[in-house]
């Protein structure tokens, strides 16, 4: 965080509230008046720039926490699960038994989905692996739903393994507006002819790499982006979704669970997702999971994020009470309004 800071004492603690202390002293204090809102005078002083350095987890989150009180939003505390890169060669019965275990603890999921797989001369498309989409489909019945992953999760290299939009041998991106255009629209024909179209919510960029203009075209198809917003922000341990154009961005901020079997990794999640159900005014706890890695290591961190409070919800969901919240905030309006008053 920022150390350029200015402190306050209140003098009167009744008409200024201290929100936020670093090193034992006031950083942020409000005044404001009982009343519900639209009369009431309100003064708010953040003694640093929060939004100057936004890191991992800082001070900038109880900013932007005390945000929603300015603009009067609040919204549920929600915890996602994505199953990860599920492909043509996915193991059928890792998936049914996670996707079975999510059903019967009522815990809405994503499978981010690649509908070819493809490495060297072998192609498999997801309408060869018919007990694959049996699965899936079952799981949109029960509390699923899919993200497009790309089309194939490549360029050069393997399927899951290498990026799709971008060119890991000179990290430049692979923008060519037909390419992109062609892929998103293949992928889609892929869902259609698996009857698995209607239960798309969205698309995942493979490994989020993909130039602006790229990003653009996803944002043209789909209302719902399954990751944090890349261009012009830098907001690694977000906890809210973002709209870009119209398209709404749904973060993934506790990351991913990696394939090893130390119990360390659930406990870091935890005492981020510990760290960001503090958040007042709510926030997202949002991860994801590759199914290979079986149901044993998934079901403490889904038992430890309800433990702490978190609902489950779809991301789907998420996206419909953000854009909710957008238009039922007042917040904004009200400022406008009382500085209209001075021209
Ligand atoms: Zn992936």
């Known amino acids: 965080m920022n150390r350029d800071f200015i402190y306050l004492e209140p003098l009167n603690s009744e008409l200024a509230r201290v929100r ?22 309100s003064f708010y002083y953040a ?26 939003i609040r919204r549920n505390k929600s915890a996602l699960i994505r199953l990860e ?61 899919i993200v497009l992953h790309g089309l194939t999760h490549q360029h050069t ?9 971008w060119n890991e041998m000179n990290s430049t991106p692979l923008e060519e507006t037909g390419f ?34 790229t ?15 890349h261009w012009n922000y830098d907001l690694g341990f977000l906890p809210y979704p973002v709209i870009r154009r119209n398209s709404v961005y749904v973060p993934t901020n506790l990351g991913y669970y990696r394939g090893d079997l130390s119990s360390q990794q659930i406990e870091e999640k935890l005492t981020k997702a510990g760290l960001l159900q503090e958040l007042q005014f709510g926030g997202v706890a949002s991860f994801f999971y590759h ?26 969901s998420v996206m419909k009470e953000f854009l909710a919240e957008k238009t039922s905030s007042t917040g904004g309006n009200y400022e406008l309004q009382k500085f209209s008053r001075f021209k």
């Open 20 to 41: 936020a202390t670093f090193e034992n002293r006031s950083i942020v204090l409000s005044s404001r008046g009982e009343s519900t809102a639209s009369s009431a005078a």
């Open 47 to 72: 003694g640093s720039r929060p939004t100057s350095s936004i890191v991992s987890g800082g001070g900038n989150l109880i900013f932007m926490d005390l945000m929603h009180e300015v603009y009067r």
């Open 85 to 145: 890169d599920v492909n043509p060669t996915s193991d059928v019965d890792n998936l049914t038994e996670i996707t079975n275990f999510l059903s019967e603890m009522n815990v809405p999921f994503t499978i981010s989905l690649i509908p070819f797989y493809l490495h060297e001369n072998r192609l498999i498309p997801l309408r060869e692996n018919t007990n694959l989409v049996k699965v899936i489909k079952s799981a949109t019945n029960h509390g699923g739903e």
């Open 157 to 165: 290299g393997e399927t899951g393994v290498d990026s799709e939009f």
């Open 180 to 213: 992109v255009k062609s892929r998103i629209e293949i992928g889609l024909e892929e869902l259609k002819a698996t009857g698995l179209l209607n239960h798309n919510s969205g698309w995942e960029t493979p490994h989020y790499k993909a130039g602006n203009g």
């Open 215 to 229: 990003y653009g075209l996803f944002e043209e198809e789909f209302d719902l982006i399954y990751e944090a917003p």
């Open 291 to 316: 199914p290979s890695l079986g149901l044993e290591k998934l079901r403490p961190l889904i038992d430890g994020l309800i433990e702490q409070g978190w609902k489950f919800a779809s991301a789907k």
